[in-house]
T-cell receptor, first 115, second 111 residues
Framework: AQSVTQLGSHVSVSEGALVLLRCNYS??????LFWYVQYPNQGLQLLLK????ATLVKGINGFEAEFKKSETSFHLTKPSAHMSDAAEYFC?????????????WGLGTSLAVNP | DAGVIQSPRHEVTEMGQEVTLRCKPI?????LFWYRQTMMRGLELLIY????????DSGMPEDRFSAKMPNASFSTLKIQPSEPRDSAVYFC?????????FGPGTRLTVL
């Protein structure tokens, strides 16, 4: 069975500081990995995804994540936080074999950006 | 494309009433997902469809919940009778390739 753990339900950073949101997964098959962002009172939207190929993945709004198989991690980073980055961030994993179309979701990390 | 469309955006009802939530997926997407989001339980998958056929409804909390997808452009999630613990934001998402596209959600309040 697949699972996702997001370390830290709340993260607070200062504007301009590094953003690091942690995600670890477990999967018995090669995973596809995703980060979604949810702004207040909105639905989720895709930030970035890893399927195959390069393990460092770049997404929208300056975010990137690195797939580390040995660490079963897919941490999300951004070099310099902006006030507009304040949102809820969700990590998710799916089955790369294609047999299971569901996404398994983490519980989310709420990011606060302080001026 | 207008994206995934959900209606209503807000619903306030009284316990015991029937509630119907509606979703129009993005044209051409062959998977449709219904989620429920609460502070206590986070994001929960309720049911998903492939080509209008329900594939996995193991997340549907109980028999009071039902979902249908009569055609590729429309799906409903019905709660009958509704209870206060059903209060949540309900999201519909449709899928293209590996990405799920979410609607804006329906905020349901059951008094």
């Amino acid at each position: 069975a697949q699972s996702v753990t997001q370390l830290g339900s709340h993260v607070s950073v200062s504007e301009g500081a590094l953003v690091l949101l942690r995600c670890n997964y477990s999967s018995s098959v090669p995973p596809y990995l995703f980060w979604y962002v949810q702004y207040p009172n909105q639905g989720l939207q895709l930030l970035l995804k890893y399927t195959t190929g390069a393990t460092l993945v770049k997404g929208i709004n300056g975010f990137e994540a690195e797939f580390k198989k040995s660490e079963t991690s897919f941490h999300l980073t951004k070099p310099s936080a902006h006030m507009s980055d304040a949102a809820e961030y969700f990590c998710a994993v799916s089955d790369a074999s294609g047999n299971n179309r569901k996404l398994i979701w983490g519980l989310g990390t709420s990011l606060a950006v302080n001026p | 494309d207008a994206g995934v469309i959900q209606s209503p955006r807000h619903e306030v009802t009284e316990m015991g009433q029937e509630v119907t939530l509606r979703c129009k997926p993005i044209s051409g997407h062959d998977y449709l997902f219904w989620y429920r989001q609460t502070m206590m339980r986070g994001l929960e998958l309720l049911i998903y469809f492939n080509n209008n056929v329900p594939i996995d409804d193991s997340g549907m909390p109980e028999d009071r919940f039902s979902a249908k997808m009569p055609n590729a452009s429309f799906s409903t999630l019905k709660i009958q009778p509704s209870e206060p613990r059903d209060s949540a934001v309900y999201f519909c998402a449709s899928r293209s390739g590996h990405e799920q596209f979410f609607g804006p959600g329906t905020r349901l309040t059951v008094l």
